[in-house]
């Protein structure tokens, strides 16, 4: 399979989630019969994904309240029409871009993601979303730029989370450019073919499935392109703990909790773990993105 990231779902198949699991079941019927073992297995393994509720029930987003139903339950006073983005920095068209003139030039698929979060738990999701390189191309990245800078919405009188100040809000996040612009990484839009729900980051947030889910920031505003690796907001928070490349690796542990393993949220109480994969299991398509760096070191 060229694209293993991918299936054959477009958002012209606009599905409700009983015909899509009936969908999914036909393309794992097709892979039925491959006997494979261990972490392969896994890595090989058709993606189950889990359930709406799952998915937007237990959530990490720390502006509204830092309990995992916190999200579910006061993200909906966010205001998130009219939403526009700010590209700015090292770009040829910087300006204000509006969400509905992104939309409009976007082409929007579906991608069946591993996410893992660096607190060892799981889930299988079907985003829908478009890649991050169109949209940078749309403001014409320039040839100084190594870096891309990701700022999260600040509004307090929506964000009661924000009201606290443990974190120095606005939330930043940061990815090496050849990160940016790698097919992997998306702008999610929706899940389930339907609009993406406050909780989960809307109207638009990052994905990139190979690193630990922190990386992946939420209801986003400003994009910035620059020469110099912006401070991400759990680096600055603990930068023993969290690194700004945040792969997932399970040979290296968090200093407080083994990275070996993680617990598929949905499987119930006493489901077993299930082994972690080296770069959540896109080893193949980002591993050459590291070549000569010491992954065993915290990064
Ligand atoms: N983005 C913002 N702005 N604020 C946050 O608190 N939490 C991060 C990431 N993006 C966070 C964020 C963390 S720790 C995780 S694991 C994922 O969002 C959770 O995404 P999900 O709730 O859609 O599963």
Same mark, same amino acid.
């Given at each position: 399979?060229?694209?293993?990231?991918?299936?054959?779902?477009?958002?012209?198949?606009?599905?409700?989630?009983?015909?899509?699991?009936?969908?999914?079941?036909?393309?794992?019927?097709?892979?039925?019969?491959?006997?494979?073992?261990?972490?392969?297995?896994?890595?090989?393994?058709?993606?189950?994904?889990?359930?709406?509720?799952?998915?937007?029930?237990?959530?990490?987003?720390?502006?509204?309240?830092?309990?995992?139903?916190?999200?579910?339950?006061?993200?909906?006073?966010?205001?998130?029409?009219?939403?526009?983005?700010?590209?700015?920095?090292?770009?040829?068209?910087?300006?204000?871009?509006?969400?509905?003139?992104?939309?409009?030039?976007?082409?929007?698929?579906?991608?069946?993601?591993?996410?893992?979060?660096?607190?060892?738990?799981?889930?299988?999701?079907?985003?829908?979303?478009?890649?991050?390189?169109?949209?940078?191309?749309?403001?014409?990245?320039?040839?100084?730029?190594?870096?891309?800078?990701?700022?999260?919405?600040?509004?307090?009188?929506?964000?009661?989370?924000?009201?606290?100040?443990?974190?120095?809000?606005?939330?930043?996040?940061?990815?090496?450019?050849?990160?940016?612009?790698?097919?992997?990484?998306? *702008?999610?839009?929706?899940?389930?073919?339907?609009?993406?729900?406050?909780?989960?980051?809307?109207?638009?947030?990052?994905?990139?499935?190979?690193?630990?889910? =922190?990386?992946?920031?939420?209801?986003?505003?400003?994009?910035?392109?620059?020469?110099?690796?912006?401070?991400?907001?759990?680096?600055?928070?603990?930068?023993?703990?969290?690194? =700004?490349?945040?792969?997932?690796?399970?040979?290296?542990?968090?200093?407080?909790?083994?990275?070996?393993?993680?617990?598929?949220?949905?499987?119930?109480?006493?489901?077993?773990?299930?082994?972690?994969? *080296? =770069?959540?299991?896109?080893?193949?398509?980002?591993?050459?993105?590291?070549?000569?760096?010491?992954?065993?070191? =915290?990064?």
């Amino acid at each position: 399979m060229a694209h293993r990231w991918t299936n054959d779902l477009t958002r012209n198949d606009a599905t409700p989630e009983a015909a899509f699991f009936n969908r999914r079941q036909v393309m794992m019927g097709a892979a039925a019969g491959v006997a494979l073992t261990g972490t392969s297995a896994r890595a090989e393994e058709a993606l189950e994904p889990n359930s709406w509720e799952d998915i937007t029930q237990y959530n990490n987003f720390y502006e509204f309240g830092t309990g995992k139903e916190d999200p579910a339950t006061y993200a909906s006073a966010l205001t998130t029409e009219p939403w526009s983005v700010t590209i700015d920095g090292l770009v040829d068209r910087p300006g204000d871009y509006d969400f509905k003139d992104i939309m409009a030039e976007m082409t929007v698929e579906e991608r069946i993601y591993r996410f893992r979060c660096v607190e060892a738990w799981s889930m299988v999701i079907p985003w829908n979303g478009f890649e991050l390189a169109d949209l940078l191309a749309m403001a014409g990245v320039q040839n100084q730029a190594r870096y891309v800078r990701f700022e999260t919405l600040y509004r307090p009188e929506e964000m009661r989370g924000q009201n606290s100040s443990f974190i120095d809000w606005p939330y930043v996040e940061g990815l090496r450019l050849d990160e940016a612009l790698h097919p992997l990484t998306i *702008m999610a839009t929706g899940i389930y073919d339907r609009p993406i729900p406050n909780q989960n980051g809307a109207p638009l947030r990052l994905v990139v499935p190979w690193k630990y889910g =922190f990386k992946s920031i939420k209801s986003i505003v400003k994009i910035t392109l620059t020469d110099e690796q912006p401070v991400n907001t759990w680096k600055q928070l603990q930068a023993s703990e969290y690194g =700004f490349f945040a792969n997932v690796n399970p040979e290296v542990d968090h200093p407080r909790w083994s990275q070996a393993t993680e617990r598929k949220i949905g499987g119930g109480l006493f489901s077993p773990r299930q082994p972690t994969l *080296m =770069f959540n299991g896109y080893e193949e398509e980002v591993a050459s993105l590291y070549e000569g760096m010491d992954l065993t070191r =915290f990064y």
